[in-house]
C-alpha cells in the first residue's frame, strides 16, 4: 500500500473553503484513493474516493492531477461540525484488502 | 446504506479479566472484518484482520492470544481481550466493505477502560 503524507493539522473559519492535500508519491497503477472523516470517539466515516480528475459528491470534492502522485480533498464552506480529522487512504482496495491508516489531518473550524 | 454496528459502546473492566466487543454486518454479509485500535490524539492502529470460517490474520507486533478474534458467520465478527490489563485502554474500531466497491463502512468503536 502506497504511503500518504499529509498536513498535521490544518485551521479554518466558517464558510470558508478548505483544501486538504494528500502525498502518495509511490501510487500504483490500480490504486484508489479515499479519504474518511473521524469525529472524537467515532468511528471513520467515508467521505469520497476517486481514481483520477475529478469527483464531486455532496459533501466535498476530490482533485486528482494527471500524475496522481498527489490528490486534494475540497471541503466547500465548512462549517463547526466538520472539525473534524481527516484521512486520506491509498490501495488497491478489493474487500479483503487491508485499510492502513495514515497520521491524517486534523481539521479545526472557528467561528 | 449499509451499517456496521459496534457493542458495547463503552466498558470498563477490572485487570485479569476478559473483555467481548461485537461487530455485526447489519444488512449485508462480510466474509473479511478489521479490528483497529485508537488511542487518544493517534491514528487508527490496524490489529486483525478477521476471516469467516478461518483464522484471524494478526499484525506484527499484535499478541493473537491476548486479542482473540472470532468471526463465526457472515455478519458477525468478536474480538475479545483476554486478561485485560490499564494499558489494554483504548478505542477498538471495526470495520468492514459492504459493495467491494472499496467503501469501507466503520462500527461506532468501543471505549474499553481497564481500572
Known amino acids: 500500500l502506497a504511503k500518504t503524507t499529509q498536513p498535521i493539522s490544518m485551521d479554518s473559519y466558517e464558510g470558508q473553503e478548505v483544501n486538504i492535500t494528500c502525498s502518495h508519491n509511490?501510487?500504483?497503477?490500480?490504486?484508489?484513493i479515499t479519504w474518511y472523516q473521524q469525529f472524537p470517539s467515532q468511528g471513520p466515516r467515508f467521505i469520497i474516493q476517486g481514481y483520477k480528475t475529478k469527483v464531486t459528491n455532496e459533501v466535498a470534492s476530490l482533485f486528482i492531477p494527471a500524475d496522481r502522485k498527489s490528490s486534494t480533498l475540497s471541503l466547500p464552506r465548512v462549517s463547526l461540525s466538520d472539525t473534524a480529522v481527516y484521512y486520506c487512504l491509498v490501495g488497491d482496495f478489493d474487500n479483503t484488502d487491508k485499510l492502513i491508516f495514515g497520521t491524517g489531518t486534523r481539521l479545526q473550524v472557528f467561528p | 446504506g449499509a451499517v456496521v454496528s459496534q457493542h458495547p459502546s463503552w466498558v470498563i473492566c477490572k485487570s485479569g479479566t476478559s473483555v467481548k466487543i461485537e461487530c455485526r454486518s447489519l444488512?449485508?454479509?462480510?466474509?473479511?472484518m478489521f479490528w483497529y485500535r485508537q488511542f487518544p490524539k493517534q491514528s487508527l492502529m490496524l490489529m486483525a484482520t478477521?476471516?469467516?470460517?478461518?483464522?484471524?490474520?494478526?499484525e506484527q507486533g499484535v499478541e493473537k492470544d491476548k486479542f482473540l478474534i472470532n468471526h463465526a458467520s457472515l455478519t458477525l465478527s468478536t474480538l475479545t481481550v483476554t486478561s485485560a490489563h490499564p494499558e489494554d485502554s483504548s478505542f477498538y474500531i471495526c470495520?468492514?466493505?459492504?459493495?467491494?466497491?472499496?467503501?469501507?463502512?466503520f462500527g461506532s468503536g468501543t471505549r474499553l477502560t481497564v481500572v
Open positions: 478477521s476471516n469467516e470460517g478461518s483464522k484471524a490474520t494478526y
Open positions: 509511490n501510487i500504483a497503477t490500480n490504486d484508489y
Open positions: 444488512d449485508f454479509q462480510a466474509t473479511t
Open positions: 470495520s468492514a466493505d459492504p459493495t467491494g466497491n472499496y467503501g469501507y463502512t
